[in-house]
């Protein structure tokens, strides 16, 4: 059975080769044949991630979708959720996830035990993923209510934002030149950023 890998890290600072490691290792425990590994640098917030994008639509009906945990693929509200969902289930996908032993019954072939244990393991993925969302919101409320605080503190207090990095625009912008056919991959592999940011600069320049 094919296998595509799926790993995320939400920042470049972030590794994916210690996930990548261990699901090439479950992937050979499975005696699953991997396909490809699909790694990017991007917030789990976002649906529309390039590397996902490519995964959906490079697998086929009945190839696995392997990833290390919940979280790694959804981080989404749930109205993005439902979509990721319903893109997977309509390309006959099966969503393996590797810390979570019930959706291991997807690799194989299905009796009445594998439909009951698909109620079960869809309930698992749906309740880790609500809980991933929720972490996701407090996160995102505590930093807002850190904000909140400061500016009470001091009304003339403004937070500083990352700004564009200029530099590592031009050096993007200079790679992709030098280099036309490098992929995005490549090319963030050469600047040291992550494959999100080098998409970015080429929607930016498009």
Request: proline share 2%.
């Amino acid at each position: 059975m094919n296998a595509h890998l799926y790993l995320r890290a939400s920042t470049k600072d972030q590794d994916a080769s210690r996930a990548k490691v261990a699901l090439e290792s479950f992937a050979g425990d499975k005696g699953l044949s991997i396909v490809d590994v699909y790694a990017e640098n991007i917030s789990g917030t976002k649906l529309n991630r390039p590397e996902l994008m490519r995964l959906l639509n490079t697998a086929k009906s009945g190839d696995v979708l392997l990833v290390e945990s919940v979280d790694r693929l959804s981080r989404l509200s749930q109205v993005d959720w439902d979509t990721l969902k319903t893109t997977i289930k309509i390309k006959g996908l099966r969503l393996v996830i590797a810390d979570l032993p019930t959706s291991h019954k997807m690799i194989e072939d299905k009796g009445i035990t594998g439909q009951i244990m698909d109620v079960i393991n869809n309930m698992l993925i749906e309740l880790m993923a609500t809980m991933a969302r929720l972490d996701q919101e407090k996160r995102v409320e505590r930093i807002n209510q850190g904000l909140a605080n400061k500016r009470a503190a001091n009304p003339e207090w403004k937070p500083a934002g990352k700004g564009k990095n200029v530099a590592l625009r031009e050096q993007v912008q200079a790679l992709m030149t030098k280099h036309p056919k490098a992929s995005a991959e490549e090319v963030a592999k050469m600047a040291e950023c992550g494959v999100a940011t080098v998409y970015r600069i080429k929607r930016e320049l498009s």
